[in-house]
């Protein structure tokens, strides 16, 4: 069922174009990488490489 349900997304990613995609699921990140071939981040992921850094940094 979630093949069914994945395929659906995936044809409409390939159809927007999409160059990423953004889920807190790792289940649905790892179904969409598998039938999609797109990078799927973590929002927290998205955020991490939107500001430039690998590591946290604390603040002082």
Do not use: W
């Not at 995936?10 to 179904?31: H, I, K, N, W, Y």
């Not at 797109?38 to 955020?47: D, G, K, M, N, S």
Request: charged fraction near 20%.
């Amino acid at each position: 069922m979630s093949v069914a349900i994945g395929q659906n997304l995936a044809r409409t990613l390939r159809e927007f174009g999409a160059p990423v995609v953004v889920s807190d699921c790792e289940g649905c990140r790892m179904q969409i990488k598998h039938l999609t071939g797109l990078e799927a981040l973590h929002p927290v992921q998205l955020l991490r490489d939107a500001y430039g850094s690998n590591e946290c940094k604390k603040s002082v």
